[in-house]
C-alpha cells in the first residue's frame, strides 16, 4: 500500500452540528454506500443512537476517492463520550472541525479542539448547514477565524442536507492531511477500540502504524503479553469486509476468537509473536466521573446480569463494575459513568439487548470520608454513606466549567450557578460577543440535571464543557426515601444540607405521582438525620369485588365492601406491604430530577 495515498481524519462537533449527515453525503459522494442501501445516520448503527439521533459509538469507514483512500472514524458529540473521541484522536492525523453556522462554537468544540490540537493534528475547518435559512455564515466564520488564527477565506461551507461542499471538502482532506509515516520494519498496531462477537470473539479495532498484519499471523499483545493467532483481517466499508492483510497506515480490524475478558485493552499495541519492537503509547485509563449500583429485579438474573456487564464491558472500556451486595437489594454491582447520558444508555443496553429488568440506585460521586480515629474511606454509593455523628468530616470532587452564552442570557445562567452553589471564577468575552463563564461547581450539583436546566434558561443557546480540578469540604447528608415505612436503597441520595428539606418534599411528591397504586394507602417519606422531613399519601386502588355478583340482596354486596374495607385498614396499621416499583418508575425519576 502506497503511504501517499492514505488519509486519516475524523470529524469533530458538538451534539446535534450536523457530523451524521455529513458523513452520510461523504459516502454517497465516494459510493462506499450503494443508494439502495443509504439511509440516514448509517454509521450510527446501534437502535438507541438512531433514536436518539446522536452518535454514542465510534465507527470507522473506508472511502475511496480520487485515487486516494480516506478512512474516517465518526466520532461522538455529546461530553460524556469525550473519551471515545480523544482515543479516535490518536489514530489520524486529521481532524475537520465542524461548526454549524445556525449556532457558532460550542464549549464542547472548544475542548476536543484542544485535544485534536495537542496532538498535532491538521485541523481543517468547516461551516455546516449553511443552506438553512437561520444560518449566520459570516458571523460565524469570523468567529472560527478569530478563534483558529486564520484566514476566513480558509473556512469551507457545506451542507450535509442538499451535499453542497462534500466534493470540496474531501478535495481538501487529500490536500492538507498528512500521509501516514512509519518508524519500524516490523508490524506493529494501535488498538483504539474493540467489540465482542459470539462467535468470532473479540474483534479489535486497529490502526496499523508499521508493517503488515495477515490473516494466520501469530501475534501477541505489547502490554498483556497474551499470544494469538489472526484468523481474519479486514476493513470497514462500513460492514467489515475481510481481506488478506491490512498495511501500514490503514484503519481496519482483526479477529482474535479470544472469548475471555481481562485480555484485551484499548491502547494496548498488536505485534508480530517473535517481535522484539516496543509498545506504542496508547492512552491514559478513563476515570469514573459517577457511580450507581444496579440490581437484577430478581436474583436469579445475577449471573445475566454479570454476563451482560461484562459483554458491554467489551464494547465500552470506559464502563467499570465490580459486584456489591445490599441487605434490601441482594447483590448487583457498583458501576461507574462518565456521566448521566452514559449511564442512560447503558442501563437501557442492558435492558433492551440483555431482556433485564433493574433497579439503578440514584447516580453519586465518589465522597472521602474521614472517621474520628483519622482513617480515610472511599464511598461510592449513597445507602453506605455514615450517619452525621460517625464521622470527622467528608470531601467530593469538583468540576472546572466553561459555559458559552449569549449576553442577553448571562442573568438566568447566573441565577442557575448560584442555585447549584457554583463560583464564577471568571468571565470572557468571545469573537462573536457571547461571554464565557469559567466557574466551580461540585460534581454532585451537576448531576442535579444541570445540563438540561441549562439549555432551558439560556433557551438552548448555552453550552458546557468541563473538568475535574481535585476535592474539596462538602457540607452534605444522606437522604433516605422511605415507601411504606420502608427504607428504598434505590432511591437514597447524598445532598447538600442547605437544600435537605427542598429536596425531601421534592423527592416524596415526585414518587407519590409516578409510583402506581397499590391495594392499600400508600405512605411515601423523605428522611435525614433521624427525622422525618417529608411525607405523603397515595391513595388505595380501588379493586371491585362485587364485579361477580349478580342480583341478590344488597346486604352481600356491603358485606364484600365492608371486608375489603378492614383489609386495607389492617394493611394501613402495618404501614407496610408488597410494593412493586416498576423499572420505568427509576428512569422517570432520574430523567425528571
Known amino acids: 500500500m502506497n503511504l501517499e495515498k492514505i488519509r486519516n481524519f475524523a470529524i469533530i462537533a458538538h451534539i446535534d452540528h450536523g457530523k451524521s449527515t455529513l458523513s452520510d453525503r461523504m459516502l454517497e459522494v465516494t459510493g462506499t454506500v450503494e443508494p439502495r442501501h443509504m439511509q440516514d445516520q448509517v454509521l450510527d448503527s446501534m437502535e438507541l443512537e438512531r433514536e436518539r439521533g446522536i452518535t454514542i459509538k465510534m465507527q470507522p469507514v473506508r472511502m475511496e476517492y480520487n485515487g486516494h483512500i480516506l478512512n474516517l472514524i465518526d466520532t461522538p458529540g455529546h461530553i460524556d463520550f469525550a473519551y471515545e473521541v480523544s482515543r479516535a484522536l490518536s489514530a489520524i492525523e ?53 478563534t483558529l488564527n486564520i484566514d476566513e477565506e480558509e473556512i469551507l461551507l457545506a451542507s450535509g442536507k442538499t451535499g453542497e461542499g462534500v466534493r470540496e471538502l474531501l478535495d481538501k482532506v487529500i490536500e492538507q492531511v498528512p500521509a501516514p509515516t512509519t518508524e519500524v520494519n516490523e508490524s506493529r498496531a494501535l488498538i483504539f477500540d474493540f467489540k465482542y462477537s459470539d462467535h468470532k470473539g473479540i474483534v479489535l479495532f486497529v490502526r ?60 494496548d499495541t498488536v505485534l508480530s509473536a517473535r517481535s522484539s519492537t516496543e509498545a506504542l503509547g496508547g492512552y491514559s485509563e478513563p476515570s469514573p466521573v459517577i457511580w450507581a449500583s444496579v440490581y437484577p429485579e430478581s436474583q436469579d438474573d445475577l449471573a445475566k446480569l454479570r454476563q451482560a456487564l461484562e459483554r458491554l464491558r467489551l464494547m465500552d472500556s470506559s464502563l467499570s463494575y465490580e459486584e456489591e451486595a445490599s441487605g434490601t437489594l441482594g447483590r448487583g454491582f457498583r458501576c461507574g459513568f462518565l456521566g448521566m447520558l452514559h449511564m442512560e444508555i447503558i442501563t437501557e443496553r442492558l435492558r433492551r439487548e440483555f431482556s433485564l429488568e433493574l433497579i439503578v440506585t440514584m447516580p453519586t460521586t465518589v465522597y472521602e470520608i474521614t472517621q474520628k480515629n483519622g ?11 455514615p450517619d452525621d455523628n460517625q464521622y470527622e468530616s467528608v470531601r467530593e470532587p469538583w468540576a472546572s466549567l466553561s459555559i458559552l452564552v449569549p449576553s442577553d442570557r448571562i442573568s438566568g445562567v447566573m441565577q442557575l450557578l448560584h442555585e447549584h452553589e457554583a463560583e464564577v471564577v471568571d468571565t470572557n468575552t468571545m469573537p462573536d460577543g457571547r461571554t464565557e463563564l469559567i466557574a466551580h461547581m461540585a460534581l454532585r450539583e451537576m448531576m442535579r440535571n444541570f445540563f438540561d436546566k441549562l439549555k432551558n434558561v439560556s433557551s438552548g443557546f448555552a453550552s458546557l464543557s468541563y473538568k475535574q480540578i481535585g476535592m474539596r469540604e462538602a ?24 437544600r435537605i428539606r427542598e429536596e425531601g418534599d421534592k423527592m416524596v411528591e415526585k414518587l407519590e405521582k409516578v409510583l402506581p397504586k397499590q391495594q392499600f394507602v400508600l405512605k411515601i417519606q423523605a428522611k435525614a438525620g433521624g427525622s422525618i422531613i417529608a411525607s405523603r399519601k397515595k391513595s388505595a386502588m380501588r379493586k371491585d369485588v362485587t364485579a361477580k355478583l349478580y342480583g341478590g340482596d344488597v346486604s352481600r354486596k356491603n358485606k364484600l365492601l365492608d371486608k375489603q374495607k378492614k383489609g386495607k385498614k389492617a394493611a394501613l396499621a402495618r404501614g407496610t406491604g408488597s410494593v412493586h416499583i416498576p423499572h420505568d418508575t427509576f428512569i422517570k425519576v432520574l430523567r425528571n430530577d
Do not use: C, H, W
Open 94 to 146: 486529521g481532524a475537520i472541525l465542524l461548526v454549524d453556522a445556525t449556532q457558532g462554537i460550542e464549549a464542547q468544540t472548544m475542548s476536543t479542539l484542544a485535544v485534536a490540537r495537542e496532538l498535532g493534528l491538521k485541523i481543517i475547518p468547516v461551516l455546516s448547514k449553511v443552506d438553512s435559512p437561520l444560518a449566520r455564515v459570516e458571523e460565524v466564520a469570523m468567529e472560527v477565524a478569530l
Open 475 to 498: 457540607n452534605v447528608t444522606r437522604l433516605d426515601i422511605l415507601i411504606a415505612e420502608e427504607v428504598s436503597p434505590a432511591f437514597t441520595r447524598i445532598v447538600s444540607r442547605n
Open 375 to 385: 482513617k480515610i474511606d472511599e464511598v461510592y454509593s449513597p445507602i453506605r454513606f
Open 208 to 267: 496499523v502504524t508499521d508493517g503488515e498484519i495477515s490473516t494466520t499471523d501469530s501475534l501477541k499483545f505489547g502490554v498483556s503479553k497474551e499470544s494469538f493467532k489472526a484468523n481474519e483481517v479486514g476493513i470497514f466499508t462500513p460492514k467489515e469486509t475481510p481481506k488478506k492483510a491490512i498495511g501500514a497506515g490503514e484503519i481496519g480490524y482483526i479477529v482474535t476468537g479470544i472469548k475471555k475478558p481481562g485480555v484485551v485493552a484499548v491502547g
